[in-house]
């Protein structure tokens, strides 16, 4: 399959098989993902995962909408960064969780990215504790790190259809002369 195949058939998986995912997979989604990018090659992206399913749940549980399918997968990366050595954390997060998606898709996983950053814990509450907070006092291995997202990862239970040309992709790309 080439890249440009890859791309296209990538898309958010959000139920997965009941399979644990082997270790040396994750070893090698991890050693792919620390090849991504970063500002000034300064390395800031960190990555810790999950197979416990009581940390799942406390994961599915960081949000009011959008998180909750995390409890049914049989992994999770939290896409972390030590911030002190960059303003750019946030894109180097950003790249190194593409990496990770489209190599998990490679292996025939499915993945689904879900937003931490910037995202209140209850909608009913937005000015209340953030979604981050809460990550970081449910789960004190990444308490120190600034959290981007978390990617649920798995062998899909559903197998969407590649996205088709929409007639706005006309308009989303354009020439400069």
Same mark, same amino acid.
């Given at each position: 399959?080439?890249? %440009?195949?890859?791309? %296209?058939? +990538?898309?958010?998986?959000?139920?997965?098989?009941?399979?644990?995912?082997? +270790?040396?997979?994750?070893?090698?989604?991890?050693?792919?993902?620390? !090849?991504?990018?970063?500002?000034?090659?300064?390395?800031? !992206?960190?990555?810790?995962?999950?197979?416990?399913?009581?940390?799942?749940?406390?994961?599915?549980?960081?949000?009011?909408?959008?998180?909750?399918?995390?409890?049914?997968?049989?992994?999770?990366?939290?896409?972390?960064?030590?911030?002190?050595?960059?303003?750019?954390?946030?894109?180097?997060?950003?790249?190194?969780? !593409?990496?990770?998606?489209?190599?998990?898709?490679?292996?025939?996983?499915? !993945?689904?990215?879900?937003?931490?950053?910037?995202?209140?814990? +209850?909608?009913?509450?937005?000015?209340?504790?953030?979604?981050?907070?809460?990550?970081?006092?449910?789960?004190?291995?990444?308490?120190?790190? +600034?959290?981007?997202?978390?990617?649920?990862?798995?062998?899909?239970?559903?197998?969407?259809?590649?996205?088709?040309?929409?007639?706005?992709?006309?308009?989303?790309?354009?020439?400069?002369?």
């Amino acid at each position: 399959m080439t890249f %440009q195949q890859l791309a %296209q058939k +990538r898309r958010s998986i959000r139920k997965f098989e009941e399979k644990r995912v082997p +270790r040396h997979i994750i070893d090698s989604l991890i050693a792919t993902t620390l !090849t991504a990018p970063s500002s000034k090659n300064c390395r800031s !992206t960190r990555i810790a995962y999950t197979e416990n399913p009581d940390i799942l749940r406390l994961v599915a549980g960081m949000r009011s909408t959008g998180s909750q399918f995390v409890q049914e997968a049989p992994l999770a990366f939290f896409i972390l960064a030590e911030d002190s050595g960059t303003d750019l954390w946030k894109e180097n997060c950003s790249i190194s969780a !593409t990496i990770l998606q489209l190599a998990a898709e490679d292996l025939g996983l499915g !993945t689904c990215w879900v937003h931490v950053d910037g995202r209140p814990h +209850r909608n009913e509450d937005p000015d209340g504790k953030t979604a981050a907070q809460y990550l970081q006092e449910s789960v004190p291995q990444i308490s120190g790190y +600034r959290i981007l997202c978390v990617v649920a990862c798995g062998y899909p239970a559903i197998y969407p259809s590649p996205h088709k040309p929409r007639p706005e992709d006309a308009e989303m790309a354009f020439r400069i002369e």
